[in-house]
Structure formats: C-alpha cells, structure tokens
C-alpha cells in the first residue's frame, strides 16, 4: 500500500475551506469569505495570496483602503488541483480499510 502525498497547498484548513466554497460559487468577495471561514481578515488575505500564487484562484481588487473590494474566483487549474485533492483523500480511506 502507498500513499500519494496530498498537495501542501490544499492540505491547510483555511485554504481547504476557501477553495471548497469557490468550487461551488462564480465568485466570493473577501467579506462573504470571511464570514463563511470565520477567519481573520489578516489571515485570510494571507491564505488568499498563497492560493493566487499558486495559481488555483484568481484575484480582483478594485478601490483602495477601507473602499476597496476583492473578488476571488477558482481558476481552471485550482479545479483540477481541488478534484485531485479529494481524489487523493479519498483514496486513503480506501487503502486504509483494505485489511
């Protein structure tokens, strides 16, 4: 039995939760996020750019300072790399129930 390695990216509560929601949405605003993940903003902006970095969302800013608004949306790669996630996840249940 072997286990794949989960991508690290994914593999983090806050980052998980973010991308699930995306999954489902067109697109999130920053607060909308923030509320679904009960998260900090100063977390969540940090989650949300390793995410960008990685290419699995893309990001939106318009304004500036307290006017500002960002939008998120799930790219086609973050798709994939969110599929394959849950693919490799589930896959350890099975090789762990096979005794």
Known sequence: MEFKDLDPILHNEL?????????????????????????????????????????????SRSGEGRGSHTVCRITTAGTRAFREYQRTLMSYFSQGSQK
């Open 15 to 59: 980052r998980l939760k973010i991308m699930a929601a995306l999954e489902t949405l067109a697109d999130a605003d920053f607060v909308y996020l923030k509320g679904l993940t009960n998260s900090t903003s100063g977390n969540l902006s940090v989650q949300i750019t390793k995410l960008e970095e990685a290419g699995y969302i893309k990001v």
